[in-house]
């Protein structure tokens, strides 16, 4: 039988969440009702699918920098999507104006 490797106690320690009542929440809004994935369908901001929709996970500083700028992404699931039929997982970058505060970690 094969484990998994449990997350290091830094990976979770990493991650945060942000406030629904944030402007970076209503950006995420916004980029979410555009995605590829959500074209076509009715509600995409919601993409609602026998009982399942679109879910906030988490956010997370991003793996890699650009010219030494720290920069983060927002994670988000459809455990049922209406187009593909299948869970999705969505990682999407934050906005430009995004910074992190420590009311959010």
């Known amino acids: 039988m094969q484990t998994l ?21 209503k950006y995420l809004e ?11 369908i009715n509600q995409p901001l919601v993409a609602r699918n026998y009982g399942e929709v679109w879910q906030y996970l988490y956010s ?26 299948k869970l999705e997982y969505i990682e999407m970058p934050a906005s430009d104006s995004f910074c992190v505060t420590k009311s959010q970690s």
């Open 60 to 85: 997370e500083e991003a793996r890699f920098t650009v010219f030494g700028k720290k920069s983060f992404n927002h994670i988000f699931r459809h455990r049922n999507h209406p187009k593909t039929h």
């Open 30 to 40: 916004n980029e979410l009702s555009k995605i590829e994935l959500n074209k076509g």
């Open 5 to 25: 490797n449990p997350a290091t106690p830094e990976y979770l320690n990493s991650l945060f969440t942000i406030s629904s009542e944030s402007n970076e929440w």
